[in-house]
Nanobody, 127 residues
Framework: QVQLVESGGTTVQAGGSLTLSCVGT????????MGWFRQPPGKEREFVAA????????YYVDSVKGRFTISRDNDKNTMYLQMNNLEPEDTAVYFC????????????????????WGQGTQVIVSA
């Protein structure tokens, strides 16, 4: 089992930038693809971005392409989400999770994640 803890959320004005972090403890961090998900107020949780084990492959939902960048540092057991040009529609609780070990990034894109959802980190984008 892996414990994942999200941080970095805050209130920011539209057009601003923010970087979220997800720190993992437990099983070898570099053995699995990971992803960011978000749950806007009153809505279902949705996929945002995914990254492969090594960080060589990434994938984004259309609404964040060109604005968000997912990355990871396996030596630090940390995944990041750099968010630029934020919009009010990006307001949500952001969560991180991982795919099964040694599975391709497509597992995370399809929502096949392994860990229980944590508390997430709240991002509020004011107009």
């Amino acid at each position: 089992q892996v414990q994942l803890v999200e941080s970095g959320g805050t209130t920011v004005q539209a057009g601003g930038s923010l970087t979220l972090s997800c720190v993992g403890t437990g099983r070898k961090f570099g053995n699995y693809a990971m992803g960011w998900f978000r749950q806007p107020p009153g809505k279902e949780r949705e996929f945002v971005a995914a990254i492969s084990w090594t960080g060589g492959s990434t994938y984004y939902v259309d609404s964040v392409k060109g604005r968000f960048t997912i990355s990871r540092d396996n030596d630090k057991n940390t995944m990041y989400l750099q968010m630029n040009n934020l919009e009010p529609e990006d307001t949500a609780v952001y969560f991180c999770n991982r795919g099964p070990e040694h599975q391709a990034i497509i597992a995370v894109i399809r929502g096949n994640v392994v860990e229980s959802w944590g508390q997430g980190t709240q991002v509020i984008v004011s107009a």
